[in-house]
């Protein structure tokens, strides 16, 4: 049990643990996916993180807004991937609620949401029981969410006030983690009492379909916005959902928290619910297979012409070595660009060295899912060791790592090899390596909306590309065995 004094400043912990687990992707995640991002202690957490237009860098900022003491224990992150294994699950989870320091006033859990380990299918409802027993019942804690959390009963159950981010692409991350902590300030304060409920939609929609600044998704965020003025809503968080968890729990839902009054909160959620369902059949995402899409983006007259290959988006947990659009690109008349994972293609660019002519089949060698390699053959145009910092507008002076990095032109493809999977949500995705997305007529990015923080200021046209791949819109490709039925719209 947290001890706590009278006669002092509030004070506040932080800890967190941020992983969009992909149950359909190729491979396990071990604890070492986690260890770039192992932070503990407040000089660990506010020089990493100070200055970042990210959740930490929120709740520090917040705090000394407020006057709250803020005492930081364990946070740790790792890229979207395969299932996170019980080894790492165990290690991480008790680190979250043995960091918590025994005198502070309240806590802050920074959490995705859809997280999944081996034996723990909630693994964010887990470790809110593990911080419960550690801080008691009653104690006030404030949680953060992503936008595709797959909300359960035991994670609004187990903390006091849940806020997840507003928009896709995230740029808001660092403005829910301020609100978070305001609320939870203001809680500590005895000036609100929170009442959360969780109402779930039946529905399970594809990321690509949850843009937030226009289309139906939209749609959903100005209604909750409305909703929010009323007198007594305190938040209104939008979870879209991650449809690549196969949890019992996954799919749209919406965590009302109000103050004091639980028939606010039915009525606000029944409208919510109410208005996604009119809606189901626009969530559906509408592709052009990967032939067309390439033949259709030649077709353009201006670009760049951006190619969604969602299915491999590597911010969902996928491989990021599809090939199924390469071989369409080598033939096409046009320039284009592409990314693909592939250490050991890599490795072998930089033992050849700049300008010399590279020869290797690329890609496809995670699984047979997302293709096969294909082989090209080109000049090593520039070797990087893949390090820079996010200076758009998505999590701004975030650290990223490509890991060894080489650019290799092959006739009109330019392939921008990388040693590891990092989403394209940056500019500095291709500037680091001195490339220009107005160098292109066609850019493939591997991911579901999130692109446009890097890509969207220059996109002359988009087209959605149906591959096979972990991340693809037709969910109907998956096959679901936890999920709770019917939802649509594999059930009608």
Not at 23 to 49: C, H, I, M, N, Q
């Amino acid at each position: 049990m947290v001890e706590r004094g009278n006669h002092r400043p509030k004070s506040i912990g932080v800890i967190g643990v941020v992983h969009e687990t992909n149950t359909f992707a190729p491979g396990t995640t071990g604890l070492d996916a986690f260890r770039s991002s192992w932070v503990v202690g407040k000089e660990a957490f506010v020089d990493r993180y100070a200055g970042t237009k990210t959740s930490m860098g929120g709740v520090i900022d917040a705090a000394a807004e407020l006057g709250l003491e803020l005492r930081p224990g364990f946070y740790t992150q790792a890229t979207p991937s395969g299932m996170v294994e019980d080894e790492a699950f165990e290690r991480i989870a008790d680190g979250l609620a043995d960091s918590i320091a025994a005198d502070i006033d309240g806590l802050v859990v920074i959490l995705h949401g859809a997280m999944v380990a081996q034996s723990y299918p909630d693994a964010e409802g887990e470790i809110l029981r593990r911080v419960r027993a550690k801080v008691g019942d009653g104690f006030p804690v404030a949680v953060t969410l992503d936008l595709h959390a797959n909300i359960s009963p035991e994670m609004v159950e187990r903390s006091d006030l849940i806020v997840a981010y507003d928009t896709y692409p995230h740029i808001d991350i660092y403005e829910r983690a301020v609100e978070a902590t305001h609320l939870l300030h203001d809680y500590l304060h005895g000036r609100i009492k929170p009442v959360q409920k969780l109402f779930h939609t039946r529905m399970l929609v594809a990321p690509q379909a949850m843009l937030t600044d226009s289309g139906v998704m939209k749609e959903m965020m100005d209604l909750a916005f409305a909703l929010e003025k009323e007198d007594g809503v305190l938040n209104i968080s939008v979870a879209g959902g991650f449809p690549y968890s196969d949890v019992e729990d996954a799919g749209m839902t919406f965590v009302v928290t109000v103050d004091g009054d639980p028939a606010l909160a039915d009525r606000c959620g029944e409208r919510l619910v109410a208005a996604a369902w009119e809606r189901r059949e626009r969530f559906v995402v509408k592709q052009a297979g990967a032939a067309e899409a390439v033949e259709l983006a030649v077709r353009r007259a201006e670009g760049p012409v951006i190619l969604i290959e969602s299915s491999d988006n590597v911010g969902g947990g996928s491989p990021a070595d599809a090939t199924h659009l390469l071989p369409h690109l080598l033939a096409a008349p046009k320039k284009s660009l592409i990314v693909i994972c592939d250490p050991e293609a890599v490795r072998l660019a930089a033992k050849l060295g700049v300008g010399a002519r590279f020869s290797c089949a690329i890609g496809g060698k995670s699984d047979g899912l997302h293709g096969s390699p294909v082989p090209v053959e080109g000049n090593i145009r520039t070797l990087f060791d893949g390090e820079y910092r996010h200076v758009g507008a998505y999590m701004t002076g975030q650290y990223a790592r490509m890991g060894l990095t080489a650019v290799v032109e092959c006739g009109n493809v330019t392939v921008i090899l990388t040693e590891e999977r990092v989403a394209p949500w940056d500019p500095g995705h291709y500037r680091s390596v001195g490339l220009y997305p107005e160098q292109f007529h066609m850019i493939v990015v591997k991911a579901a909306i999130a692109w446009r923080t890097a890509y969207g200021d220059a996109a002359k046209h988009t087209i959605e590309v149906d591959t096979p791949g972990c991340c693809t819109a037709n969910l109907h490709r998956f096959r679901y065995e936890a999920l709770r039925r019917p939802i649509y719209p594999l059930d009608r």
